[in-house]
């Protein structure tokens, strides 16, 4: 267990059974999340004999990165039956963990789109085919060749390449350079394919060699 764990214990003794329940509780929320900066517990215990309901309150207070603040209680005062402390920490944590479970749902489609983003696209012509090899380049209307592999050409249509065809790509700055990490095919306008390796490209306006 990593996360900063604080438990407090209110008019009840603290006991190894409650207390490993806890960090086991706590451990589970760490599957689900596995940045949580902080997690305050707080167990008390309100009545000795209430007429219904259990005499005890849980309240778990979490606070995950960049600055969410998650609050979950158990608080079964209108309960007939007579709730033991195990079950109430047990629904606390449902609680909690629904809650974290959302907003780490949240937080990943967020950071997905935010990749989406941050990575660059353009359009451009396929001016190196290398098919035994399985990649080619490509060159952007900035006149930049972008590499590429066949497995990032979407829908399997590597074979359906030409030198000219024109495509979309996600690009972004590899180890050697540019390279694309998606290739769409967009058309091949009015291009005369050649042999691979070869670039018989009739560019389109304003096109830089």
């Not at 599957?31 to 215990?45: L, R, T």
């Not at 995950?64 to 402390?85: F, K, R, W």
């Not at 990649?135 to 066949?150: P, T």
């Not at 694309?180 to 050649?194: L, M, Q, Y």
Request: hydrophobic residues 35%.
């Amino acid at each position: 267990m990593q996360v900063p764990l604080e438990i407090t214990y209110r008019n009840l003794e603290k006991t190894a059974a409650i207390d490993n329940l806890i960090k086991e509780k706590v451990a589970k929320l760490e599957h689900i999340c596995s940045y949580i900066n902080s997690c305050h517990i707080a167990v008390e215990k309100i009545h000795d004999r209430p007429r219904s309901g259990s005499p005890y309150r849980v309240r778990i207070d979490l606070t995950v990165p960049p600055g969410h603040e998650l609050v979950a209680h158990s608080n079964p005062s209108q309960s007939i039956q007579y709730d033991p402390l195990d079950a109430v920490i047990r629904d606390a944590f449902d609680a909690a963990r629904q809650q974290l479970v959302k907003l780490t749902q949240i937080q990943q489609q967020s950071d997905r789109a935010q990749t989406q983003e941050d990575a660059g696209e353009t359009t451009g012509l396929v001016i190196k085919l290398f098919r035994d090899q399985g990649y080619g380049f490509i060159k952007n209307l900035d006149g930049e060749e972008i590499y590429f592999h066949s497995n990032s050409v979407l829908h399997n249509d590597f074979e359906r390449l030409e030198i000219g065809t024109g495509v979309h790509c996600a690009v972004e700055e590899g180890e050697e350079g540019l390279q694309a990490s998606t290739v769409k095919i967009v058309d091949k306008p009015g291009v005369r394919a050649g042999k691979s390796g070869q670039t018989l490209i009739e560019p389109p306006l304003d096109w830089r060699e």
